[in-house]
Every structure is written in C-alpha cells, then in structure tokens.
C-alpha cells in the first residue's frame, strides 16, 4: 500500500526565490475588472477598467466581466454578478489570509473551512456543501483561468496577481457545466504583456506575519510575452498546547495554527495577426497546520464561548500536521483567421497531493463524561486524510461567432478526467481507544465526464436581446474502497465498498435584457444546473451511502443602472429556486460517521443589492447587501442529532431522552446566513506634489448560521461583524506605496464551526491582526 507522510515535498522550485530576484523592482498591484477568456491579454488591452473609481476620479469607470464567456459591460449580463478588485483585493490580502477572506464581500457570499488554509467550502445564495471528505463535489465551481478546480483541495490555491475575481450567482448550467446549480467563483490572472513593469509588495505583521507578493513582465522580442509572479506567505505559531505528556512523545504538538505557504505562476503569450497562444505553469507548497479543533469551548445551554478559553491556547494530545503540493498547466489558445468565428482551445492539467493530520477530538487526557468541560472530550480521535496520485485533465473546444450583427452564439464540447487514491489513518487505534497500531483505509475514485454546450443572444430591437443556452452533459463515477487484512480499518460493508453512478442531464436558460434608457437596463432569466451524483466510502463506524444527481430551477429578475451623471452604479435583483433531490452531508452526530442523504426539495429565494457611490472625486463608496432564505421541505428526512451533549431544538424520531435521528423538516440550510452585508470606503487627500494620502476602511456582516442539518443552541454560529482599516500614502508617480493595516478590528471571536460527535468542540475565526505593507513599482 502506497502512503504518503507530511515530509514529502514538491519538486517545483520556491516562490521565495523568484520573488527575491523580482525584488529588483516591481509596481504596486493596479488590479483591473475581468477578461475576455481565453484571449486573455487581448481583453485587458481591451477593457483596462476597475470598476472602482480611479483616485481622484470624476466617474465611476466601466466593469466589464466574462460571465457568460465573452466581455462585456456588467450591466448588458442578465444575472447576478458582483466582483472584487482593486483596493478591496489589496485590503483582504494585507494580512497573508486565504480565499476565506473574500466571504461576505459580495452578495450571497459564504466561505467557510473545518480544513484550514486548503479545503474552502463555497455557498451562494445559501446553497453549498458541508462535507469535508477529499472527493467532496461542491455546487458551487471554482474556475481559475478558465480551468474548473473540481477537487476541493485545488479550490483553495492562493489568490495573488489576480485581475479581478467575479461571482456568478447560480445556476450556470450552460457555459459552465455541471456542479455549478449554486453558481461559479471566476479568477482571472495578470496577463503577460509586452510592458515592461512590474512590482513587488513585502508585508509584516503580528504573529510573526510575513506576507511577500511580487511580479513582472520579462522583455522578450517579437510576438512573445511572458510574465512571472509569485506569492509567499508565512505566520508564526501563535498557539501554545498547555497539555504535557507523561512521557516523551514523537507526536506531540507544542504549538500550531502557523504556515508557510509558497506559490508560483508562469505565463507565456504568443500572438500573431490571427493566432493567439496563452500558456500558464503554477505550483503550491503550503507546510503548516489543520483547522484547530478545541474541546469543550462552547457553555452547555448557550452558543457562548465557555468562561477560561483562551484563543492562544490549546490542549491535544494529537498532532497537528498539514501539507499540500499542487502543480498544474493550461494551454489557452485562438484562431481568429476565420471571418465567421473564432476558435478556441482550453487544455488543461491539475495535480495536487495533500496530507493532513489533526487531533480531531480537539481535547487531551483524561477522557470523560459527562461533557461541558473546557479541553476535556469524550474519547480520543486522531486521523489522516491523504491524496495520492491524483490527476485532473480537461480539454474544451469552443467556437464563438464574430459577425456583427444582432445574432451572436458560441458552442462547443468539454471533456473531464480525475482520477486518484484517497487514504485514511486512524491513530486512535482499535478500541479501547488510544491502543494498537494505526489502522488504515484507502479508496480509490475516478470521475469521467463530457458535454456539448450551445448558446445564442438575438437583439430583437435596440432596446430588447433575447437569449438563451442549452447542455448536455454525461457523467460517470467509480469509486471502491479496501482495507489490509493486518492494521485495516474494520470497514462497515453492509451496502458495500465500491458503488458505479452514471448522470446524462440537460441544462438550459432563457433570459432577456430590456433598456429603460441608456443607463438602465432590466433583465429576466430562467435557468436550471445540476450536481452529479455523490458517493461517500464505506468507513468504520458507518456504510457507504449514494445519493442521486440534484437538479435546480432558478428564476431572477433585476436591474442595473448608471446615473448619477456615472458617479452611481446600482445593481439589485429578486430570485427564488427550487432544489430537487439536494444532497446533504451528515456528519458525525452520535453514530460518529457520515452519510450523504436526499432531500426531496430545497426552496430559497431572496434579494440582492450592490451600490456605488463617488459622492466626491476622491471618496469611493460602495455597499452591498442580500437576504437569502433557504427552507428544506421533506417531512420524512431524518438526521443523526449531536452525541456531543447539544440541545437539539428540532423533533426527534423517538423520545428525546434517547437521542438519535431528528426530523429537519423546515430547517434552513447549513451555513446559510439570512443576511449578509459588506461596507467599503475610501478617501484620498491628495497633495500638490501629485502624492497621495488615503485611509480606506471594509465592513462585513453575517448573521446566525446553523452549523450542521439539525438545529441546536449550541452549534448555532452567532452573528459576525469584522472590520478591517488602511491608511497609506503613495507616492513618486504611484510607484511607492506605504500602508498600516488592522483586520478584525474589534478583535472580535466567535465559533465558526464545530464537531458534533464529542464533546462541544469548536473551532473560530482570527483574533485581530495587524502589521505595515510596503509595495514598489519599476
């Protein structure tokens, strides 16, 4: 059996070396709106907008997004789109966080992780997945550079020289595909250029923070191209373990929750009169530690933190150990030598090899009941989950009309392979627990899929287009799990270790965009997405189970305005869908496994509102806002309840005093905020020499969210606000920029999430953070 242990490491070379020789010189970040994909660099040469003012600007400039594949100007898109860029970008990344930092930013928006820096978990307009297994399908996609990074381990690749990143708000069934009903989160490199520029961004902080960004476009001649750019964070261990062992111990982890996390990106354009190539290397090495699981952290009775915990406190017994190695490549290219359409190529590889290992019990000796103790948990639990070669290849032929005229339509076909080798230690041992060898498990899961995809717009008069889209798409699963007959896992084969699944679906849409005048626009779309089919493996203490393909109906209605002479931008729409057959994920509960189950109908509905305001020339404004109600409508689900000592508000099967399955008829969805808000500002007091000082500040909003299916007192997430502060002072051009940043401001923490099996145990969000950020331009 082939393992794989956290020494291993990735052949590809450091990010730390490559940003030390861009540290030559380098420019700050100018983060523009979307691009034209795949002719990336063509599309920034093209649009070069921000979508926030300029500074000292007296509009509002033009966003242009690739929403649906083609560029365009964000208010001719009928759906729900919103973006992040620019200082929003910068502010977010300041402090060396992850992807989880853009939840909340726009609309509808939610990210959450019980994995840490690797693993986020996407929910738009409510609607997600809470699973954490490594062959976990999420409906929301994730696309980086016109790539789909379908294993959840690949979503969680470190945003940095990014052009803007854009939220389409669900389904996107037809130009995206499958696995795509809650809707897509689109990233968009820098692309090469033949300016010769660049810049470098060091950054310092508390907790020992080192956040180091950089990137250049290399001189070359004739029709090449080629841009470097590189990211290295780092955060000191900031948690100390009060638990001692009674013995020496190899395991033991004296302090956590740090990192080192290094990634590169290479890009190479080549470009003729006719003929476009984009080819694009990058790689990941992240060293650092799992989410920290805490026992006891939550007051029996309330949702508070118990009185005496300490966030830089801990006390495990287990090891806390996480790695990822990535690697992929894409080539991107265009014939545009026909006068009738254009041809494109998107070919594409993605490897990722993670291993993770955590003390998952979140407590240290000894065990015992009753529950309500701080560090105290009911019995040991430490596990490792680890890939091993894993290998995603895609390949998608598209063409796209060119002509003029009022008819527009593009269509093509996608292909999709992933294969790999999920392995599962568990360090507890047999019971009693705590004693024997690690036992261990492996499943092996292969994914195969195509599909063809058309889509079509008519401008029926100059102030009404009409269109529409239509897929077909056909998926099939393998997946089989095995056990050694000396140190295996004790397998539970009652519905098998191995399960086929085979989805053939078609998704549509129809929408039509109507302007009032030309500023305003109001648009209506109907549209249906589905996600495959989901097999979780047989494990220890539960069978594997399957559940079915879910398949959406969405209906939106919005409008989008410019007035205010451009110094105001408003976007806001209304939706409602319905989910049929919506997998859910139960995890843990009193039987200690997980399970994925049907609910036979999901509805949500909601509304959502993005506004721009340039009041002033050098005051920028924006808000955005949403409300998203999400009901599960099956009166005969049923889920395993806590076996942590929760208070379960929801009807049990039997009576209470037994515990066990509950009915969730009713229930919102899991990590499904109501409401959701974000605030930004920024005001600049410019100087007569042309130098600039600014101060800009970020709010986010989010209310209560259930953590699991059921509901409980305790695994009831309170409301979370935080607020982040920036001030700096550019100048020489806007070549040197110097900032002070603070996040969490009110250094406020809160439970983010939990494990219901054991005892309370918890895990937050960061305290505050703080440091200075230089950048520089050449």
């Not at 450091?14 to 380098?26: D, E, N, P, R, S």
């Not at 948690?239 to 890009?267: F, L, M």
């Not at 705590?434 to 008069?461: D, I, K, M």
């Not at 409301?719 to 100048?731: A, D, F, K, N």
Request: net charge negative; hydrophobic share 35%.
């Amino acid at each position: 059996m082939k393992r794989i242990t956290s020494s291993l490491r990735s052949p590809l070379p450091t990010a730390t070396a490559l940003a030390a020789a861009l540290a030559l010189g380098a420019c700050p970040l100018q983060a523009v709106m979307a691009q034209a994909a795949p002719d990336s660099a063509q599309a920034q040469a093209e649009t070069g907008s921000t979508g926030q003012a300029g500074r000292n600007a007296s509009q509002l400039e033009t966003v242009v997004v690739t929403a649906e594949r083609r560029v365009a100007n964000i208010k001719d898109v009928p759906t729900a789109v919103a973006t992040v860029s620019g200082d929003a970008l910068d502010a977010l990344n300041a402090s060396g966080e992850d992807v989880r930092a853009l939840s909340g930013r726009v609309p509808s928006l939610n990210i959450e992780s019980s994995f840490g820096r690797a693993f986020p978990r996407f929910y738009i307009r409510g609607y997600g997945n809470t699973d954490f297994h490594l062959n976990a399908s999420q409906p929301v996609s994730l696309v980086y550079d016109d790539v789909v990074q379908e294993n959840p381990i690949l979503k969680g690749f470190p945003v940095f020289d990014v052009k803007a990143v854009e939220v389409l708000a669900g389904p996107q069934g037809t130009l995206f595909g499958r696995n795509t009903p809650a809707g897509v989160v689109k990233f968009d490199s820098v692309a090469p250029s033949h300016a010769d520029d660049g810049y470098v961004s060091i950054g310092v902080g508390n907790y020992s923070t080192i956040n180091a960004e950089a990137a250049a476009n290399v001189p070359m001649t004739g029709d090449w191209a080629v841009r470097v750019s590189a990211q290295e964070q780092h955060r000191g261990n900031w948690v100390r373990n009060t638990y001692q062992p009674t013995s020496p111990d190899p395991s033991y982890t004296a302090k956590t929750e740090g990192y080192d996390d290094a990634a590169i990106r290479v890009q190479a354009l080549y470009k003729t009169t006719d003929f476009s190539a984009l080819f694009n290397v990058h790689g990941r090495d992240l060293d650092g530690s799992p989410r920290l699981f805490r026992a006891g952290i939550i007051q029996p009775g309330t949702n508070n933190l118990i009185a005496g915990f300490k966030p830089d406190q801990m006390s495990i017994d287990g090891r806390n150990t996480q790695t990822v190695h990535s690697a992929g490549a894409s080539a991107r290219l265009k014939w545009s030598g026909n006068s009738d359409f254009d041809i494109y190529s998107i070919t594409a590889i993605e490897t990722v090899q993670p291993f993770s290992r955590g003390d998952v019990d979140g407590g240290a000796p000894p065990y015992s009941f009753p529950t309500g103790a701080l560090n105290v948990a009911l019995f040991p639990d430490e596990t490792s989950d680890a890939l091993h070669g894993h290998r995603q290849l895609t390949q998608e032929v598209r063409l796209e009309s060119k002509d003029p005229g009022p008819f527009k339509w593009q269509g093509g076909v996608f292909l999709f392979d992933e294969r790999y080798t999920w392995e599962n230690i568990d360090y507890s041992g047999a019971p009693p627990y705590g004693t024997g060898n690690p036992l261990y498990a492996e499943t092996h899961q292969s994914n195969r899929a195509y599909a063809l995809f058309g889509a079509v717009t008519y401008q029926v008069t100059s102030d009404l287009k009409l269109g529409g889209g239509l897929r077909y798409t056909d998926d099939k699963k393998t997946l089989y799990s095995w056990a050694p007959a000396t140190n295996g896992q004790a397998l539970d084969a009652a519905n098998g270790l191995g399960a086929n699944t085979k989805d053939s679906k078609w998704t549509w849409d129809t929408s039509a965009v109507y302007s009032l005048d030309k500023n305003t626009n109001i648009y209506a779309k109907i549209g249906s997405g589905f996600r495959a089919s989901t097999v979780l493996p047989a494990g220890e203490f539960g069978p594997l189970t399957t559940a079915g393909p879910e398949s959406l109906t969405s209906y939106e209605l919005g409008v989008k305005s410019d007035f205010w002479q451009r110094r105001a931008r408003l976007s806001a729409d209304v939706y409602s869908y319905d989910v049929k057959n919506l997998q859910l994920t139960e995890v843990g509960g009193t039987g200690n496994s997980n399970a994925v189950k049907s609910a036979k109908k999901v509805k949500g509905n909601g509304l959502e509102v993005n506004l721009d305001l340039l009041p002033l020339d050098n005051l920028m404004l924006h808000l955005s806002g949403s409300i998203n109600n999400t009901k599960i409508q099956d009166p005969n689900l049923t889920v395993a309840s806590c076996g942590g000592g929760c208070t379960v508000t929801n009807p049990f099967v039997g009576a209470p005093s037994s515990g066990g399955e509950v009915y969730v008829n009713g229930n919102p969805l899991p990590n499904a905020p109501k409401y959701v808000g974000n605030f930004n500002l920024r005001y600049g007091f410019p100087q007569e020499d042309g130098s600039e000082y600014y101060v800009y500040t970020d709010w986010t909003y989010r209310s209560h969210v259930n953590f699991f299916i059921y509901e409980s007192v305790e695994f009831t997430g309170k409301p979370l606000t935080e607020g982040g502060l920036r001030g700096g002072y550019i100048w020489h051009d806007g070549k040197y920029e110097l900032a002070a940043y603070v996040r969490n401001i009110q250094n406020k923490v809160v439970v983010t999430g939990a494990i219901d099996f054991n005892n309370l145990t918890g895990f937050i969000n960061d305290p505050r953070t703080y440091g200075v950020q230089f950048k520089a331009s050449f």
